[in-house]
């Protein structure tokens, strides 16, 4: 399957696995865009490439449906290096949001706790979000309240660092919390806030 990708190029939009150039275009006419993006009229196709051809340049159908359709002079092996470029940028730019997971029992003591929150505010520095677990056993599902309180504190620790994506939610035996880091503006605001009150 061949998928369809289109380019903004100056004059129109260029389908970058779908352009004729150059011999490949058999139409008898065509609209004209120069190398620099400027209309040059409509010219029979043996000119259109002779004027090409005389800057080194492919001619491209850029608007096949078009009527005449539409050609441009340009550099196609240079546009479709930039094309690529541009895409490999993009693909790097674009950031995966990663999901950690934390798991507590109900019956936690102080210093696990804190070791805990310590790697999940890494977690968080790290752009990660983190699914906070309680696991309960046996009797301890008759006090859901206890794992409640456990989730409470830790949003309340966490609350300059982090906001709640996921309320608080009991599942069978587990109850589970979905933490996201705070963006850096809504950080400066908390800050803010804690400052003022």
């Known amino acids: 399957m061949c998928l369809r990708v289109s380019y903004i190029y100056g004059g129109g939009t260029i389908s970058a696995q779908e352009s004729r150039l150059n011999e490949e275009i058999n139409v008898s006419e065509c609209r004209l865009i120069g190398v620099d993006g400027s209309q040059l009229g409509i010219y029979k196709i043996k000119d259109a490439q002779r004027i090409a051809d005389e800057q ?11 009527s005449p359709p539409v050609c441009r002079v340009m550099d196609y092996g240079k546009f479709k290096y930039e094309q690529a470029m541009k895409a490999k940028q993009a693909r790097k730019n674009q950031t995966r949001v990663e999901i950690k997971e934390m798991k507590f029992r109900p019956k936690i003591d102080k210093g696990d706790y804190e070791t805990k929150k310590k790697h999940i505010m890494r977690f968080l520095a790290g752009g990660a979000k983190v699914k906070v677990t309680i696991m309960f056993r046996g009797r ?47 950080k400066e605001t908390t800050n803010a806030k804690d400052e003022d009150a």
């Open 56 to 66: 080194g340049l492919d001619l491209v159908e850029i608007a096949p449906d078009a």
């Open 140 to 186: 301890e599902m008759a006090h859901p309240e206890i794992g409640l309180k456990i989730l409470e504190n830790l949003s309340e620790d966490l609350k300059g660092d982090a906001i709640i994506e996921n309320q608080p939610k009991l599942e069978g035996r587990n109850m589970f919390m979905l933490i996201a880091p705070l963006k850096k503006k809504e």
